[in-house]
């Protein structure tokens, strides 16, 4: 338990540092992938604290790391669309998009949310050594094991469903993933069945990239003559991520047989 009590901390830290240095990366506009690092780090820390969100002292955190997660999300969509549409050689459609690109790195740079969740994470240490010497931090073993089953009960459910939503699919996909990375020793998942959660969330993000540009297109009149081109990619993600979801359901039955 202890050893337990002491890693999330030095966890948490080490993804604190990453924001940092992402922060600074969008600030000084030196690389494409500043924002993309950004999103991994907070995708991290929510991962590591999600099996913790009835413990108190995470749970401010958590929620911070959510609402800058919402704030980030549509940004990112657009960096991706706009890197494609320049690696397309569509240099009108990319570039009449890159000054809403660069406004949206100045707005999260500015944003509460961001400020907030780095200003929560100086003060979390403390709050965590208080929480573990009040006794509030028993049993966390136990919780997150608890957690990763609910996880993967839900996941399998969606699995087995006939009518099942590829967005909630790949919801669940990246949940389970996820946490089992952040918790591999307490996850009790399989090499095999993790290589087929990451295939199937790849899979998924593929499908649903295309799925959000054709969305777009409806309404941005500059896109429409990618569509044909997005509704094949789409049609062949879907086929790879049923594959895939195929035999992750196949891998699930067989480790509970």
Known sequence: MQGLIDEVPRHVLRIQMRLFACRERLRAGTDDEALH???????????????????????????????????????????????????????????????????????????APLAQLLSALDDWPQQWRQAANNG???????????????????????????????????????????????????????????VQLKQAQSALGDWHDHWQWLLRAEAEADLQACVPTWREAMQRAEQQADLALQGLTAGFARNSG
């Open 37 to 111: 690092d950004l999103r991994i780090a907070l995708r991290q820390l929510r991962s590591l604290l999600r099996p913790l969100s009835s413990v108190a002292v995470c749970e401010d955190l958590q929620q911070r790391a959510v609402e800058l997660g919402r704030l980030t999300g549509p940004l990112r969509d657009l960096e991706v669309l706009q890197g494609y549409l320049q690696q397309q050689g569509l240099d009108s459609a990319a570039q009449s998009r890159l000054p809403l690109l660069q406004q949206g790195y100045l707005q999260l740079l500015d944003s």
């Open 136 to 194: 509030q931090l028993c049993g966390l073993h136990k919780l997150i094991r608890r957690r990763l089953r609910k996880d993967r009960k839900h996941l399998v459910q969606a699995l087995l469903d006939p009518a099942h939503d590829r967005h909630r699919l790949r919801l669940l996909v990246k949940r389970l993933r996820y946490a089992a990375e952040a918790y591999p020793q307490l996850a009790d998942l399989s090499g095999r069945t993790g």
